[in-house]
């Protein structure tokens, strides 16, 4: 079933990213949405195909973490999906289930883009998953992928994961398959044109606040802390503007505490031991 959405303002963008390193039953149901939403109107879809992009192994090197991600030594076409995901209001993640995980070139593509777990720059921005099975473990793929773009700043459309056995498909196994893929469509067609703000867990409020706090305590040169203070997330009570309750209010208070507590109590170990290290070459 369409959700009909009411045409007219500004068209939103939509980028599909296809992690899958051939055109195959992927392809087929991440062109099916793309069709349902042209056909709700009111966006404009753009794609990525990454098997046909330069994406280089990440190699663990912290550049981007320590440094910042314009010192990463990889030269290639990280920016260009990097600069299609900002200009976008909705992102689709489109992968086939390869060992119960997503396939080596999306996997790739996410440690590439560590950083941005560290400086989340996507809020605002809505995120459906979408994943094609054989058998069995897309639903655990889409809380991966969930997961990992909640830490990137996205508010979540429920995806969906479809059990696509290539070969002949009786027409009502097909039918459902296009039915549950409708309807994905639908949901993350009026999450985008909804907007609405998604209110954090306790469990995202407690990381936000342990995140700042050691982040307040880095040196003044660090690219994560430089971040947070551009972005005024050392006074607010999240990365937006939101009402938490007393209760999460009460738990982000006591992360903030312990967090410092912890932080403090490192400073004084690795002190006394700097002091025992010089008192003993000194004895020598």
């Not at 440094?67 to 600069?83: A, F, S, T």
């Not at 459902?176 to 009026?190: H, P, T, V």
């Not at 050392?234 to 309750?245: A, H, M, N, P």
Request: include cysteine; aromatic fraction near 10%; proline fraction near 4%.
């Amino acid at each position: 079933m369409i959700v009909q959405i009411k045409k007219g303002g500004a068209v939103m963008k939509i980028l599909i990213i296809s992690g899958s390193p051939r055109k195959g039953e992927t392809h087929k149901a991440a062109q099916f949405v793309d069709e349902k939403l042209k056909k709700i109107g009111g966006f404009e879809v753009d794609w990525l195909i990454l098997k046909d992009l330069n994406i280089k192994p990440c190699i663990g090197c912290f550049a981007c973490l320590n440094k910042g991600e314009n010192k990463c030594p990889m030269k290639d076409d990280r920016d260009i999906i990097v600069d299609k995901m900002k200009q976008a209001d909705g992102l689709i993640i489109a992968v086939p289930n390869y060992s119960l995980q997503v396939p080596a070139l999306t996997k790739n593509l996410l440690d590439r883009l560590a950083y941005i777990f560290h400086r989340p720059s996507m809020q605002g921005k809505i995120f459906m998953g979408l994943v094609t099975q054989g058998v069995y473990g897309g639903g655990n793929i889409l809380k991966y992928l969930n997961e990992a773009m909640r830490f990137w700043g996205f508010s979540i459309s429920k995806g969906v994961s479809v059990t696509v056995v290539p070969g002949f498909r009786l027409p009502q196994v097909q039918k459902k398959i296009e039915a549950a893929l409708e309807k994905a469509a639908g949901r993350f067609a009026k999450a985008l044109k909804e907007k609405k703000v998604t209110v954090p867990s306790l469990k995202e409020v407690a990381i936000f606040r342990l995140a700042r706090t050691g982040m307040k305590n880095m040196d003044k040169t660090s690219v994560d802390r430089q971040y947070y203070e551009s972005k005024g997330w050392f006074t607010s009570k999240y990365y937006y503007d939101v009402r938490l309750g007393p209760f999460k209010s009460l738990v982000g208070w006591l992360m903030d505490r312990f967090a410092q507590h912890m932080a403090d109590k490192s400073k004084r170990e690795l002190e006394a031991y700097q002091h025992k290290n010089v008192t003993e070459s000194k004895v020598l």
